[in-house]
């Protein structure tokens, strides 16, 4: 496999992307970035008040991203981006105008009970538990064509090093 220049690791809240994302680009030595810091004030606001977000908030933020990871490659600054990218409409975004080989989509399957359990032990995020629902129903898994999945029921560094394995950077 080429190793891309971005990663986007992905899946619903509570999935472990910022923690896995932040711990890969240390491991790497890559630059990190949450998609969450990208998002509007309004669409935090929503998300805060318990509001799934529709396709048409999220459009000008998967737009913001595609820009984001086009100046990344530009500038060959290799970056882990944690991101959701729940639907494949999404991710056609966030890779829109970029080489096919320079982002790959890393989707953190875990299960249901544990993802619930993570949720309800986290303090001080913006995105209650009570969307997790919504994010389930959204969640299109990636195709085998489109990305890697890979079991984050594990512990961090568990995750970390079967992340970088699918992605063929060895431990």
Known sequence: MISPTVIVIMGVSGSGKTTIG????????????DADDFHSPANVAK???????????????????????????????PTV????????????????NVPTTAVSFVYLEVPLPE???????????YMPESLLESQLATLEAPTTQEGLTVDASGTVDQ????VKRALSFGN
């Open 115 to 125: 993802l619930r359990h993570r949720l309800h032990g986290r303090q001080g995020h």
């Open 22 to 33: 932040s711990a890969l680009a240390h491991q790497l030595g890559w630059k990190f970035a």
């Open 47 to 77: 998300m805060h008040n318990g509001v799934a977000l529709t396709d048409e908030d999220r459009e000008p933020w998967l737009r913001t991203l595609n820009a984001e990871i086009r100046r990344w490659l530009e500038a060959q600054q």
């Open 159 to 162: 995750t970390v090093d079967a």
């Open 81 to 96: 981006l944690a991101c959701s990218a729940l639907k494949h409409s999404y991710r056609d975004t966030l890779r829109a």
